[in-house]
């Protein structure tokens, strides 16, 4: 038995367009982020995959015709020195594990991350309400 993998077991497991067939399926929310660096703006969305029953008892979530939700929409300056951000008024001072010349490059991936760390509690609450709102809705769609 070889543990090599064969051409046409990657053609299952991906699609054409090479994202893996399981990612497009999911009933678990996630976060996205828009930053503006132009006008100096946040948007955080929470994506929220399409319900569809495939049996009595199974529900899937496609992500391919998911919803998207704006939760949070915030302002936010960053300071010269590159040290603290303000967002919507208030102070944040950046941590300093973060790299600071991806900070002033305007990296959106370092800035995700450390919006993700100010804003967590902000936006673990409003991801877990639409969370709960998903169940709801996954009992409903049974019912049906």
Request: overall charge positive; glycine content about 2%; proline content about 1%.
């Amino acid at each position: 038995m070889s543990d090599k993998i064969k051409k046409d077991d990657l053609y299952e497991v991906f699609d054409e367009n090479g994202q893996h067939k399981l990612n497009k399926f999911s009933t678990e929310h996630k976060a996205e982020f828009n930053i503006d660096f132009s006008i100096e703006k946040l948007e955080v969305f929470v994506i929220i995959p399409e319900l569809t029953k495939i049996s009595t008892n199974k529900i899937i979530g496609s992500l391919e015709k998911a919803r998207c939700e704006l939760i949070l929409s915030k302002d936010f300056k960053i300071s010269s020195d590159f040290q603290t951000v303000i967002i919507d008024e208030i102070k944040h001072v950046i941590p300093k594990f973060f790299n600071r010349k991806m900070i002033q490059k305007e990296d959106k991936n370092t800035w995700e991350m450390i919006f993700r760390q100010i804003l967590r509690k902000e936006i673990f609450a409003e991801v877990q309400k639409q969370k709960e709102l998903q169940t709801q809705r996954i009992r409903n769609f049974k019912l049906q």
